[in-house]
């Protein structure tokens, strides 16, 4: 069962902008605390940021201040608009329902959907 679809990406110039979208068919979609993650060719899939139910967002340190995650339970979707893209953001996106483990610790607990490849040239 698809749970999450993607899209929004493409291939951009370092310094451009996009901006991601993440459909979800999950039913308690607005209960959920969700996540966008990325995953580069031979690294280890990353969160980048993380909103709650009730709306708190959360970066990783390498995206802080350029990305923004929101979104609107209304449509059941995740937006990550990006910023000031540099060449090392380059990765698949993706998105997720996430499972607080630990103290600032998440992690995903739904199906993976196709993500969405995000290419920034120099």
């Known amino acids: 069962q698809v749970q999450f679809v993607e899209s929004g990406g493409g291939l951009v110039q370092a310094g451009g902008s996009l901006r991601l979208s993440c459909v979800s068919s999950v039913i308690t979609f607005s209960s959920e605390d969700m996540g966008w993650y990325r995953q580069a060719p031979g690294n280890q899939r990353e969160l980048v940021a993380s909103i709650s139910l009730r709306g708190s967002t959360n970066y990783a340190d390498s995206v802080k201040g350029r990305f923004t995650i929101s979104r609107n339970n209304a449509k059941k979707t995740v937006y990550l608009q990006m910023n000031s893209l540099k060449p090392e953001d380059t990765a698949v996106y993706h998105c997720?329902?996430?499972?607080?483990?630990?103290?600032?610790?998440?992690?995903?607990?739904?199906?993976w959907g196709q993500g969405t490849q995000v290419t920034v040239s120099s």
């Open positions: 997720n329902k996430l499972r607080t483990v630990g103290p600032g610790t998440q992690i995903a607990r739904g199906s």
